[in-house]
């Protein structure tokens, strides 16, 4: 979940706040449905209203949506505005959706449920011919030489007085958001995918580019990011050449910095495989000579071995695993029992220190966990 102050700085974002306001003033009619997925503070459902919506849903399962609420009686638009404080694939609204805008992307579109969320919103939200915003956004690639960015992930790894080194392998199978300009490429960008929303079907990635290196240089890494088509003729992009924006470059590194020359060949594999509701990434990448078409280097690199697994979570998650509850799960579970709607929070917790005496001293400790787990699964 972002934080209040990020929020912030999306509003700051000025490129793509003008975007996003000038594609609702081109859709938004007297009269339409407008549903604001993930709504945060309120801005887009807000300015929905003051176009002239004749109502706005507006869902969002963070704490954020009390700012969005008191800014609705602060415009006076709460007649016109329906909050729901849930995931969109919790809920349903009277009627379908003229217009379903969003801006749930990370770095990337491929971000926690970005995509399944807009699949189901709108199979089962959007009316037939209604308007989805973003229309697509446009995934581009290119072969950077970003010494600094990669020393600053590595280096750390390299000058200590002990072996540190095997730290290196999880560092470099893991990407991050990065500033990488236009005089650090490689190779001219090329475009491997095109995420048409209107159309999307799977929340899963897979594409292979090839790009040529228009200059020699070193390679550390590979920088993906998106042209994003709100409506017709409106919308932004990170491109490297453009102005910055909140989003940044995801920047991919290699295992080692690898010399290229000019007209070296480039093959990009990138996979991205939602996984317990996060995404796992591959990135396989060939760098072949021009001269002799012989591979300077050849690297598969997953996030999968960017997370340090022990052992004992290895053999947890293995299919022939047969779990138990540890301690803290018996008292999750003790917590869950007991919410049936007829006891209080302060009833469950009492109950909890006399089940678990030796965990719960007192009842302020009890009171903390009953609280934290109806906070997550009450109604």
Same mark, same amino acid.
């Given at each position: ?6 929020y912030?700085q999306?509003l ?8 996003y306001?000038?594609a +609702? ?9 407008? +549903? ?9 459902a807000?300015?929905a ?5 004749? !109502? ?22 709460? #007649?016109?505005? #329906?909050f ?5 694939? #919790? ?8 217009i ?7 770095? +990337? ?31 581009w *690639? ?8 990669y020393?600053?992930i ?11 080194s ?19 490429l ?16 799977t929340r899963?990635?897979e ?9 020699s240089?070193? *390679?550390?890494?590979?920088a993906?990011?998106?042209d994003?088509e ?9 491109n490297p ?8 470059? *995801?920047?991919f ?13 480039? #093959?990009?594999?990138l996979k ?9 990434w ?5 760098i ?7 591979? !300077?280097?050849s690297?598969?690199?997953?996030t999968?071995?960017?997370?340090? +697994? ?7 998650q293995?299919?022939?695993?047969k ?16 919410m ?9 917790a ?14 302020t ?6 609280t934290?787990v109806s ?5």
């Open positions: 979940m972002y934080s209040v102050y990020f912030g999306m700051a974002d000025t490129p793509r706040l003008r975007a306001i000038e +609702l003033k081109r859709t938004v009619k007297p009269g339409a449905v407008v +549903l604001d997925l993930g709504c945060g503070p309120g801005f887009f807000l300015l209203c003051q176009l002239g919506a004749r !109502r706005v849903y507006a869902v969002e399962p963070d704490d954020v949506i009390q700012i969005a609420r008191e800014a609705a009686t602060a415009n006076g638009c709460t #007649e016109k505005i #329906e729901f404080q849930d995931f969109s694939t #919790e809920i349903t609204i009277p009627e379908p959706a003229d379903i805008v969003s801006d749930l992307r990370g770095v +990337l579109p491929w971000y926690e449920t970005n995509i399944p969320s807009i699949i189901d919103a709108r199979t089962r939200l959007l009316a037939n011919g209604g308007v989805l915003i973003p229309r697509r956004d446009v995934l *690639a290119s072969v950077v030489e970003a010494s600094e960015r020393d600053e590595v280096s750390p790894w390299e000058r200590t007085d002990v072996d540190l095997r730290a290196k392998r999880v560092v470099t199978n893991t990407w991050r958001k990065a500033r990488i300009s236009a005089d650090q490689l190779a001219s960008p090329v475009c491997c995918y095109k995420l048409d929303y209107d159309e999307i079907e899963n990635l594409t292979t580019v090839l790009l040529e290196a228009n200059r240089g070193t *390679a550390h890494g590979l993906v990011w998106f994003s709100l409506v017709d003729g409106v919308g932004f992009s990170n050449s453009s102005l910055e924006l909140i989003y940044g470059q *995801a920047f590194p290699l295992p080692h910095p690898v010399a290229i020359e000019h007209r070296d060949r480039i #093959e990009l594999t991205a495989d939602m996984v317990r509701g996060d995404y796992l591959r990135w396989d990448t060939s072949l000579a021009s001269r002799t078409s012989q591979p !300077r280097a690297f598969r690199q997953s999968l071995y960017g997370v340090p +697994l022990s052992p004992g979570k290895l053999r947890k293995s299919a022939g695993y779990p138990a509850l540890n301690e803290v799960g018996q008292v999750r579970s003790f917590i869950m029992e007991a049936t709607g007829d006891n209080s929070v302060e009833e469950i009492t109950r909890l220190v006399k089940q678990f005496p030796k965990r719960y001293p007192d009842l400790a009890a009171l903390d966990d009953v934290a906070l997550e699964f009450g109604k």
